[in-house]
């Protein structure tokens, strides 16, 4: 294979983290390419009144009130940001438009029945594809692709793990056009990546996104609508008709909090979610002769099966993205820039690289970043809505919040507008989960977790049997 050559004298990529941007908002590859300014937009000061207040101008506050303002143009929506739109998890993910229900299929069935996890299921398929409708018809330059995506086994329990995967989704009602096993050589037409490979499954049901884009670019098509924006403005209290911010007051009829992982900053929410980080690098851009070396299909997503495991994208401008698991949760400041970037973790995701792409092995790495996942208790999303207070409640997208936010915005405009649909009838709606154990339980389960899923991957690879000692720490996994 060719092999990208780094350039004579340069660094080497596996010594050291690349250097933070200079730019406090620019905290991805993805923040640090937007197109766009990224100055911070009007604070909000004073009283404000309006009918919808969404906190948090992520994906899920950006996607409700996107869809209440085409619902319904005379509504007045105000969104508040404690930073910058797209700042949080939606600039600094993957970059994965993916398919996937955003919790457990058997949590969601004993509560609704499995008719509707396949409802569930059908509606994040369609979820990416009105994602990619909404970016066409706004003329968002976000890159977006949809090539489908690729989940490779190189050990025969992630081949064991892949079968049995496959065939529940079957069992479930999704047939071989949404997903369906490969040999090694049907994947390598695809992607001639990891040595070693046994098999693969495809599923076409995936899309390549620049998420910073995408989120800066739908903040302007909502401002395009009427939606003001105000940003720097953290809400300090949100409760029935009211968001209480520092330099001002918005009061409202309906109050929807979108704040993810932040929601723990709020007095009474810690042990709500677990903040857990998601690293992940990117390469310089590749020359063309190693994308032919590769065979990668442009826009096509791919990840293994490890319990630590890794995804990858070949990015809008020829880069290779590589991201995974294995951030360590922090006792004391769960959420900090210190945890964007950690030396153990970067030198896996490089290691990753060398060895599930060797076209790739010598590029320089360029970037470095992590955010912070919102994670429930029972790793399940949540869409709900009070009409009596007004308080509504979108995310615990658990990694899974660029096409689950897009499914929560559009089932809020539906709840907010008092209109009974097939979103309102989906298994998260209404769901709760109770609240993660004190600290310091809950840190001493996140390390342990993290020590168990790594030595089960070192066992795996090691002796090609499957790691039952992961059986130890599954209640507190997302399901498989």
């Not at 949590?107 to 994040?124: I, K, P, Q």
């Not at 994602?131 to 992630?158: F, H, M, S, W």
């Not at 979108?258 to 042990?271: L, M, N």
């Amino acid at each position: 294979m060719a092999r990208v050559e780094r350039p004579k004298g340069g660094p080497d990529g596996a010594t050291a983290p690349p250097p933070a941007p200079d730019n406090p908002w620019a905290r991805s590859l993805w923040l640090e390419g937007v197109v766009q300014d990224l100055t911070p937009r009007e604070r909000l000061s004073g009283d404000h009144t309006c009918d919808v207040a969404i906190v948090g101008a992520g994906f899920g506050g950006l996607w409700t009130a996107y869809y209440l303002k085409k619902a319904d143009p005379s509504l007045r929506v105000t969104v508040v940001e404690a930073e910058i739109a797209g700042f949080g998890a939606a600039g600094r993910n993957g970059g994965f438009v993916s398919a996937g229900i955003a919790g457990s299929a058997a949590r969601y069935a004993r509560r609704s029945g499995w008719d509707s996890v396949l409802r569930a299921e059908r509606e994040v398929h369609h979820g990416i594809d009105e994602i990619g409708r909404v970016v066409a018809l706004e003329g968002i330059d976000c890159g977006y692709n949809k090539a489908g995506a690729l989940t490779v086994a190189t050990t025969e329990p992630q081949l064991q793990r892949l079968r049995a995967r496959v065939e529940a989704k079957h069992r479930s009602g999704l047939g071989p056009e949404d997903i369906r096993l490969l040999t090694a050589d049907e994947s390598a037409d695809l992607v001639r990546g990891p040595e070693g490979l046994l098999g693969a499954s495809f599923t076409p049901h995936c899309a390549r996104v620049d998420p910073a884009r995408l989120a800066r670019g739908l903040a302007t098509a909502c401002e395009r609508l009427g939606v003001k924006i105000y940003e720097q403005s953290p809400a300090e209290h949100l409760g029935p008709n009211v968001v209480q911010c520092s330099d001002g007051r918005i009061s409202a009829d309906v109050v929807v909090r979108a704040t993810e992982s932040y929601t723990i900053r709020e007095r009474g929410q810690r042990r709500r979610f677990l903040p857990l980080y998601s690293l992940v690098i990117a390469t310089e851009p590749l020359p063309q002769q190693a994308w032919d070396e590769l065979g990668w299909r442009d826009g096509l997503g791919f990840a293994d099966l490890g319990h630590l495991y890794y995804y990858a994208q070949r990015s809008v401008d020829g880069r290779i993205v590589v991201g995974g698991r294995g951030a360590p949760y922090r006792l004391t400041r769960p959420i900090s820039p210190e945890n964007e970037q950690d030396a153990h973790v970067y030198e896996r995701l490089v290691q990753t690289l060398r060895a599930a792409i060797p076209a790739a092995a010598d590029a320089r790495i360029t970037h470095h970043w992590g955010g912070p996942l919102a994670v429930p208790r029972d790793w399940c999303m949540t869409t709900t809505f009070d009409r009596a207070t007004g308080l509504g409640f979108v995310g615990a997208f658990g990694g899974h919040g660029v096409t689950a936010a897009n499914i929560s915005g559009r089932t809020m405009r539906d709840l907010v507008l008092g209109r009974s649909t097939d979103l309102t009838s989906l298994p998260w709606v209404g769901h709760r989960t109770r609240n993660w154990e004190p600290e310091p339980l809950r840190f001493i389960a996140s390390r342990l977790i993290h020590k168990t899923l790594a030595s089960a991957d070192a066992y795996e690879e090691r002796t090609g049997k499957q790691a039952k000692r992961v059986r130890l720490v599954a209640p507190f996994l997302p399901p498989s």
